[in-house]
């Protein structure tokens, strides 16, 4: 831990990240005789993108939940941030800088596309219900640069057109980017998404992807990431997380991970659409 | 013409000032519905418990009096003269806070995840403790309510239009309307009112942007509390603070009918139709068969409407899933 807390990592296409921010150790998760987990260990560096493949059931979602604390892990440990987090809610996680997006999109339905960016925002909100006088003085203040963020994101996610519209009503590859750009509201050191580009269209995945890679370069975000369409993790991702079966099964560089042996018989060799 | 008729105006405006009260409870319901799923069967003893406090407070009652004389021969059951109404006001708030935590620590969190039948029948045991210790408490007898509002028929309305309307319905409607307002307003522009929005639009997304589910449900219970304080308080008002308080709940379940149990609007809607369609049975028909049709009017009403949009009038559109 130490040592990778400090030392960099230089990946395949030349860039340099970060030392360890996030760290999975020896992780087993059970859901009464299903093991979902089963002693995985791995780490996320300061500003890379992470992904995690393999087949369906293989365990994917259930790790991004115990990263997240949806989930408490029979056994193992997380380390972020150099420290060994206590058990802790979902709520207080993301008060530590993780967001994340859902596999089944999880919006505020009801909502317009702003006030579900603004509600992104949660975290950078002064809290108490009376501390909050409001529209009065520090709160109108807040209130407006928290506006003026969300504003970007929209700018950003070239989402103009529909701000205003109630989300339940967009078509499913917008919902995705409105559920994007609620996790980037909260400005996250570490941004978690769980297949962003399931269900997507061509045009619609090159999107997302330059999204990503966008929100990844110019803010410097930590990614990790889910996805199953190996063009765009090989494309995406410095570092692969390979599972299957609730084991880890390969970690590596996109060039590694395509050579090697166990993944391609588990996973690559066959096709997964 | 009847719109002539003061009478026939008389009828719509008291149905109106009732059915404002009718939506206060009803949207009591609403918010802890569409909060936590939880259909909260508590609502209307919550009322009864708010409205014992709150006369407790004022008249300077001793909680517990009977049990501490029972268990100590403590015979006093008044500490003196009371306190003023503003005060005993507040105090009741104060004290509807402490209980919605206790509920959320003590009934919600170790059932969190429950099916909602589970967490209903909860509620069904939380009201029969709470009129336990209500009567506990406060004692069982009927008490006399005053805060200090107008009474009688209204003098400016009787001169000058000649219905006779309550100046207590009067105001009881205007104090619903500005615990509306604020509500509505509370709701749209504050951090906490797009967090009760969010958590009762997504539970999960709600926590994965920050949102504590336990700190909504407390704030979603208090405003609870703070409603029933307010019906509490204007129905005892009206006919005094006694046990059959809690059955004002029941007026509340055909307005949810008509409105829908997830919409503040239909709360209001529904209230307001079920007040006046009410009162005009009442006045015109009732006597074509022989009256005392206030007591099932509503429910009548409800069931007809969900005969044909049993969503409700503002509820979303269930789609059977196939
Ligand atoms: N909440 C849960 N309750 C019970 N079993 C679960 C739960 N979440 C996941 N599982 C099980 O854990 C295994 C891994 O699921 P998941 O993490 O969703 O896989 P993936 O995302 O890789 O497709 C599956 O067998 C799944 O049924
Ligand atoms: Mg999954």
């Known amino acids: 831990m130490s040592l990778k807390a400090v030392e960099t990592f230089v990946t395949e296409d030349g860039r340099s990240i970060g030392p360890v921010i996030l760290e999975v150790k020896d992780i087993t998760l059970k859901f009464g005789g299903v093991t979902a987990i089963q002693n995985i260990s791995f780490d996320i560096r300061g500003g890379e993108v992470r992904a995690i493949i393999g087949p369906n059931g293989a365990g994917k979602s259930s790790m991004l939940n115990v990263i997240n604390g949806f989930y408490h892990p029979q056994e193992g440990e997380v380390w972020f941030k150099n420290e060994l987090r206590a058990p802790m809610k979902p709520y207080q996680i993301a008060y530590q800088g993780i967001a994340r997006t859902f596999q089944n999109i999880a919006l505020f339905k009801g909502m317009s596309t702003l006030d579900n960016i603004m509600t992104g925002r949660f975290t950078h909100m002064s809290s108490g219900i009376f501390a909050q006088a409001w529209w009065k003085g520090a709160a109108e203040k807040e209130e407006f640069s928290n506006r003026e963020k969300v504003e970007q994101i929209i700018d950003f996610l070239e989402i103009q057109k529909i701000r205003k519209t109630e989300v339940g009503r967009l078509p499913y590859g917008l919902q995705k980017r409105v559920e994007l750009g609620r996790a980037l509201a909260a400005e996250p050191r570490l941004l978690l998404l769980d297949e962003p580009m399931a269900g997507m269209n061509v045009e619609e995945k090159e999107d997302m992807s330059r999204f990503i890679l966008d929100v990844n370069e110019e803010f410097g975000t930590t990614v990790a990431l889910i996805e199953h369409d190996m063009g765009v993790v090989m494309d995406i991702a410095d570092r692969v997380v390979v599972m299957d079966y609730g084991k880890k099964i390969g970690d590596g560089t996109p060039e590694e991970i395509r050579k090697n042996q166990v993944v391609i018989d588990a996973y690559l060799g066959i096709s997964h659409d | ?322």
Request: a negative charge.
């Open chain 2, 1 to 322: 013409m009847f719109l002539f008729d003061p009478f026939f105006w008389e009828v719509v405006i008291s149905g109106l000032l009732a059915g404002v009260m009718y939506a206060l409870v009803a949207l009591g319901f609403v918010l802890i519905f569409k909060a936590s799923g939880i259909f909260n069967f508590a609502q209307g003893v919550l009322a009864l418990f708010a409205a014992l406090t709150l006369v407790g407070f004022q008249t300077g009652q001793i909680p517990f009096a009977h049990l501490l004389e029972a268990l100590f021969g403590l015979h006093a059951s008044h500490w003196g003269e009371g306190m003023n109404t503003v005060l005993a006001l507040f105090l009741s708030l104060v004290v509807m806070i402490g209980l919605a935590w206790l509920i959320v620590k003590i009934v919600l969190r170790p059932l969190v995840n429950q099916e909602g039948i589970i967490l209903f029948m909860a509620t069904i045991g939380l009201a029969f403790v709470l009129e336990g210790v209500g009567d506990l408490m406060w004692g069982a007898n009927v008490k006399r309510l005053d805060v200090g509002l107008p009474e009688g028929p209204s003098d400016f309305l009787l001169d000058n239009t000649g219905m006779f309307i309550e100046k207590l319905e009067i105001s009881a409607a205007v104090v619903a309307i500005i615990l509306v307002v604020t509500l509505m307003i509370f709701s749209q522009y504050t951090k906490m009112g797009r967090a009760l929005r969010a958590v009762a639009d997504d539970h999960q997304a709600a926590l994965s942007v920050g949102i504590s589910l336990e700190t909504i449900w407390w704030v979603v219970w208090s405003i609870s509390g703070l409603v029933a304080l307010v019906a509490g308080v204007m129905w005892g008002a009206k006919s005094g603070v006694q046990f059959s308080l809690s059955l004002i709940a029941l007026k509340a379940l055909p307005v949810l009918m008509l409105g829908g149990f997830t919409s503040i609007p239909g709360a209001i809607i529904g209230g307001l139709m079920i007040g006046v369609g009410e009162k005009m049975f009442e006045f015109y028909i009732g006597p074509m068969i022989g009256g005392a049709t206030e007591n099932w009017f509503a429910y009548m009403l409800a069931l007809l409407f969900l005969l044909f949009r049993p969503q409700g009038l503002f509820g979303e559109k269930i789609i059977e899933r196939v």
